[in-house]
């Protein structure tokens, strides 16, 4: 069984300060880990995701993941935020890599960025 | 890149009636696709796996006989709430696989008075 636990349903930083999203899995075999980011009334989009390759993933917009497996962690950050990063973020996993391996989703941390 | 293209992307029907919703890929085939719901300001719930020719395999809890899945083509899946109520008033999002990654539509905001 695989599980997602997102620490923080709600982060909020200054425009310009370190992002931090953390997300903390659980899966009885090596995992796939994604991020994806939802703006309102809308579907999700791809950050980024680990496949057993890297540990420390770059996605799009300034973000990035490290695969951390001591700590299965799986943690998002940016170095700077913009306002236009204010949004929904959800962590998910995966036990496979093919068209029948479910994705669960963590509850999700809404980021609201302050000018 | 890989297009999922869901319709409609909002629907307010009455009670008691049917709404479909369609989820396309776009240049590619998809013989999977995953169905979510979403509430309000939570994530996102998988409802069923929909596999192309085959009957859709439905989470524990899922209704069936309430949420119609069809597959019928390689590019094409359908999500049918029949004799809707307002407690199905949600997020419906659809998912496709492909190439080691997960594409998801723009979602159907059904509203049901």
């Known amino acids: 069984a695989q599980s997602v636990t997102q620490l923080g349903s709600h982060v909020s930083v200054s425009e310009g300060a370190l992002v931090l999203l953390r997300c903390n899995y659980s899966?009885?075999?090596?995992?796939?880990l994604f991020w994806y980011v939802q703006y309102p009334n809308q579907g999700l989009q791809l950050l980024l995701k680990y496949t057993s390759a890297a540990t420390l993933v770059k996605g799009i917009n300034g973000f990035e993941a490290e695969f951390k497996k001591s700590e299965t962690s799986f943690h998002l950050t940016k170095p700077s935020a913009h306002m236009s990063d204010a949004a929904e973020y959800f962590c998910a996993v995966s036990e496979g890599n093919n068209a029948g391996n479910m994705l669960t989703f963590g509850g999700g941390t809404r980021l609201m960025v302050k000018p | 890149g890989a297009v999922v293209s869901q319709h409609p992307s909002r629907v307010i029907c009455k009670s008691g009636t049917s709404v479909k919703i369609e989820c396309r890929s776009l240049d590619f085939q998809a013989t999977t696709m995953f169905w979510y719901r979403q509430f309000p300001k939570k994530s996102l719930m998988l409802m069923a796996t929909s596999n192309e020719g085959s009957k859709a395999t439905y989470e524990q809890g899922v209704e069936k006989d309430k949420f119609l899945i069809n597959h019928a083509s390689l590019t094409l899946s359908t999500l049918t709430v029949t004799s809707a109520h307002p407690e199905d008033s949600s997020f419906y999002i659809c998912?496709?696989?492909?190439?080691?990654?997960?594409?998801f539509g723009s979602g159907t905001r059904l509203t049901v008075v």
């Open positions: 998912s496709a696989y492909l190439n080691y990654g997960y594409t």
């Open positions: 899966s009885s075999v090596p995992p796939y």
